[in-house]
């Protein structure tokens, strides 16, 4: 598993591609399609990094 820093990292990274590209492309272009699998990794992370929070408060 990715540690936090590397996480945090990337979802800024995405974070800040998402924001350049057109949130109204059509899914069938390859723009569309390029957002919505950007966007997937984008939540894909962020659960990541709720799991790891989760699992660290629950150590506690």
């Not at 800040?16 to 569309?32: P, V």
Request: net charge positive.
């Amino acid at each position: 598993m990715e540690n936090m820093q590397q996480l945090l990292a990337s979802k800024r990274k995405l974070r800040s591609t998402i924001q350049m590209m057109d949130r109204n492309a059509r899914f069938d272009t390859e723009e569309g399609r390029v957002y919505a699998h950007t966007l997937v990794k984008l939540v894909m992370i962020e659960m990541q990094i709720e799991a790891q929070q989760k699992e660290k408060i629950a150590r506690k």
